[in-house]
């Protein structure tokens, strides 16, 4: 494997090679996967039994039409059909509301899922980059977002909740609000495909607000959260207009017969998928834990089933992911490919302790060697999955830079961005064309919803007003690339540690929890945290 990992990457320009490609290139088995961001405790050993026995049936015949396999969805989630539309996984539904939906501009706040830029690029739109900034911890504060979008005059907004790849996360209240002050758009999106992993809120989501207005979409996943990415299957939640319009272009069948017995599983399996949330935001907590210990690695809060992490001064991620690989069979998500990030950062899904263990225990190798604390210099490799522009475009944005950047956020834990010294904006380089002042149009305040920025201090979020800066300087929009984001903490690198509460993405304290509901009936569960009844 070692002789053919870097061609590997090097032929997948926008995500890793499939976990085929690298189970040909080695001994016939996997390498433990971090990258791929899937739930590692369902479907559950007896429900793969169960596929594996009807696996003869399963490819043999055509599946159901997808307006059966949708209704059969949809009375387990409590949501009215013509509300809905599955998709081949999200990817689908992504390219039919940029053909269908999307005009003439998207923004997105980057780094995300780079579909939601490739794609609208793909088919000749503007994509208005909005860059999320490292000295803020990534997070997204929603009235600058709103106040680019007026700038630039963009006609359809999304917004990743919680965004992928830091796992950033907005409360409900925040993202309502900003839906309906961006009411006279053509279209807003709420992508929630990694929501069911998230505990900030019990009910994060906004299904129900969004079959209410006319011009939201919300975008949710079935592989990530069911850890079926190869069956590809997803949905979109809307009023019966918006969802009628894509569900009459999708081929009758575009679901596999893998998804539609999947489906119909699912009934009798609701209290083991509600488990499998709990350990995951369970081992999420732990990893962090462990990772946070490790000297100069910064770790950003997440509500995703994934932890975004800086690796130390001087330490390259391409190396770093490649002797993960080559010498522990390790794979990770080196993120230099995506808009607004860097190889400076990795993405690295939760796992079981036993998993994390051995991530550490290979992050120590290759980081430190014998010299534990000191992180191994760039070892002169002579290419990146990123580009020398998107270095430049997030040297521009990101403050300081890299130098003592986790030695700065360990210092001012808690303090807003803004108040930090030494943490100036960096001159626009030259690759980067900043718009010129005249052509700038007035940062008009965001209409009616009153949407106003914050300091970034973490969650609730928009609840704690303060001044808002005046969005100017760099123009980013561009011919394409990935995504969106949350209030909450500057990530915090390993010296003081990351507390609990920091973890899961709090710097207030959690909220206090509900009354627990009376036990439900066998099978699944109601409508609540994960599914809301709508209508």
Same mark, same amino acid.
């Given at each position: 494997?070692?002789?053919?990992?870097?061609?590997?990457?090097?032929?997948?320009?926008?995500?890793?090679?499939?976990?085929?490609?690298?189970?040909?290139?080695?001994?016939?088995?996997?390498?433990?996967?971090?990258?791929?961001?899937?739930?590692?405790?369902?479907?559950?050993?007896?429900?793969?039994?169960?596929?594996?026995?009807?696996?003869?049936?399963?490819?043999?015949?055509?599946?159901?039409?997808?307006?059966?396999?949708?209704?059969?969805?949809?009375?387990?989630?409590?949501?009215?059909?013509?509300?809905?539309?599955?998709?081949?996984?999200?990817?689908?539904?992504?390219?039919?509301?940029?053909?269908?939906?999307?005009?003439?501009?998207?923004?997105?706040?980057?780094?995300?899922?780079?579909?939601?830029?490739?794609?609208?690029?793909?088919?000749?739109?503007?994509?208005?980059?909005?860059?999320?900034?490292?000295?803020?911890?990534?997070?997204?504060?929603?009235?600058?977002?709103?106040?680019?979008?007026?700038?630039?005059?963009?006609?359809?907004?999304?917004?990743?909740?919680?965004?992928?790849?830091?796992?950033?996360?907005?409360?409900?209240?925040?993202?309502?609000?900003?839906?309906?002050?961006?009411?006279?758009?053509?279209?807003?999106?709420?992508?929630?495909?990694?929501?069911?992993?998230?505990?900030?809120?019990?009910?994060?989501?906004?299904?129900?607000?969004?079959?209410?207005?006319?011009?939201?979409?919300?975008?949710?996943?079935?592989?990530?959260?069911?850890?079926?990415?190869?069956?590809?299957?997803?949905?979109?939640?809307?009023?019966?207009?918006?969802?009628?319009?894509?569900?009459?272009?999708?081929?009758?069948?575009?679901?596999?017969?893998?998804?539609?017995?999947?489906?119909?599983?699912?009934?009798?399996?609701?209290?083991?998928?509600?488990?499998?949330?709990?350990?995951?935001?369970?081992?999420?907590?732990?990893?962090?834990?462990?990772?946070?210990?490790?000297?100069?690695?910064?770790?950003?809060?997440?509500?995703?089933?994934?932890?975004?992490?800086?690796?130390?001064?001087?330490?390259?991620?391409?190396?770093?992911?490649?002797?993960?690989?080559?010498?522990?069979?390790?794979?990770?998500?080196?993120?230099?490919?995506?808009?607004?990030?860097?190889?400076?950062?990795?993405?690295?899904?939760?796992?079981?302790?036993?998993?994390?263990?051995?991530?550490?225990?290979?992050?120590?190798?290759?980081?430190?060697?014998?010299?534990?604390?000191?992180?191994?210099?760039?070892?002169?490799?002579?290419?990146?999955?990123?580009?020398?522009?998107?270095?430049?475009?997030?040297?521009?944005?990101?403050?300081?830079?890299?130098?003592?950047?986790?030695?700065?956020?360990?210092?001012?834990?808690?303090?807003?961005?803004?108040?930090?010294?030494?943490?100036?904006?960096?001159?626009?380089?030259?690759?980067?064309?900043?718009?010129?002042?005249?052509?700038?149009? =007035?940062?008009?305040?965001?209409? *009616? !919803? /009153? @949407? #106003? +920025?914050?300091?970034?201090? %973490?969650?609730?979020?928009?609840?704690? &007003?303060?001044?808002?800066?005046?969005?100017?300087?760099?123009?980013?929009?561009?011919?394409?690339?990935?995504?969106?984001?949350?209030?909450? =903490?500057?990530?915090?690198?390993? *010296? !003081? /540690? @990351? #507390? +609990?509460?920091?973890?899961? %993405?709090?710097?207030?304290?959690?909220? &206090?929890?509900?009354?627990?509901?009376?036990?439900?009936?066998?099978?699944?569960?109601?409508?609540?945290?994960?599914?809301?009844?709508?209508?």
């Amino acid at each position: 494997m070692a002789d053919n990992v870097t061609s590997l990457f090097r032929s997948t320009a926008a995500h890793s090679p499939s976990m085929a490609a690298l189970t040909r290139e080695g001994d016939g088995t996997g390498p433990v996967d971090f990258c791929i961001p899937c739930n590692p405790y369902f479907p559950t050993p007896a429900m793969f039994d169960e596929l594996a026995g009807r696996l003869r049936e399963i490819i043999t015949y055509y599946p159901s039409s997808a307006d059966t396999i949708t209704a059969e969805l949809c009375s387990l989630l409590r949501l009215p059909p013509q509300c809905v539309a599955m998709g081949n996984g999200s990817t689908e539904l992504i390219t039919w509301i940029d053909h269908l939906l999307v005009r003439e501009s998207l923004a997105i706040p980057v780094p995300t899922f780079g579909r939601w830029t490739d794609q609208p690029m793909e088919t000749g739109k503007r994509v208005d980059m909005f860059p999320l900034q490292e000295s803020s911890g990534f997070a997204l504060d929603l009235a600058q977002y709103a106040e680019f979008i007026r700038a630039r005059g963009s006609r359809v907004a999304v917004i990743c909740n919680p965004n992928n790849p830091d796992g950033g996360f907005l409360p409900r209240h925040s993202v309502v609000q900003f839906m309906d002050a961006m009411a006279d758009l053509d279209l807003v999106i709420i992508d929630e495909s990694f929501l069911e992993f998230a505990d900030a809120e019990s009910e994060p989501s906004v299904v129900e607000d969004a079959v209410m207005r006319p011009n939201v979409i919300v975008l949710r996943s079935l592989g990530k959260n069911f850890g079926l990415h190869g069956i590809r299957f997803g949905y979109l939640v809307a009023n019966p207009a918006l969802a009628g319009k894509v569900r009459t272009m999708l081929p009758k069948w575009n679901l596999n017969s893998f998804a539609e017995t999947v489906v119909f599983m699912l009934k009798e399996h609701g209290a083991e998928y509600l488990e499998s949330l709990h350990m995951v935001r369970r081992d999420r907590l732990d990893m962090a834990r462990h990772l946070s210990a490790l000297p100069g690695l910064t770790v950003y809060p997440s509500q995703g089933n994934f932890i975004f992490v800086r690796l130390p001064v001087g330490a390259e991620g391409t190396v770093v992911r490649d002797r993960l690989l080559t010498e522990h069979r390790i794979l990770v998500r080196e993120c230099g490919n995506k808009i607004g990030s860097s190889s400076r950062f990795l993405r690295l899904v939760v796992r079981p302790q036993v998993d994390v263990r051995r991530l550490v225990s290979g992050l120590e190798q290759v980081l430190y060697g014998t010299r534990r604390g000191a992180a191994v210099p760039e070892q002169g490799i002579s290419y990146s999955s990123g580009t020398a522009a998107v270095d430049r475009l997030v040297g521009a944005t990101n403050g300081a830079g890299t130098q003592g950047l986790a030695a700065q956020a360990e210092a001012w834990p808690g303090q807003a961005p803004g108040a930090m010294p030494g943490l100036a904006p960096a001159p626009a380089p030259a690759a980067v064309m900043p718009a010129p002042a005249a052509a700038m149009p =007035a940062m008009a305040p965001a209409p *009616a !919803g /009153g @949407l #106003t +920025a914050v300091a970034q201090t %973490g969650m609730p979020g928009l609840a704690a &007003a303060a001044q808002a800066p005046q969005y100017g300087g760099q123009d980013t929009s561009y011919g394409g690339a990935d995504s969106s984001y949350g209030d909450r =903490a500057t990530g915090l690198g390993a *010296a !003081g /540690g @990351l #507390t +609990a509460a920091q973890v899961r %993405g709090y710097t207030q304290p959690p909220p &206090a929890q509900p009354p627990q509901a009376p036990p439900q009936p066998a099978g699944w569960p109601a409508a609540g945290p994960a599914y809301h009844q709508v209508g």
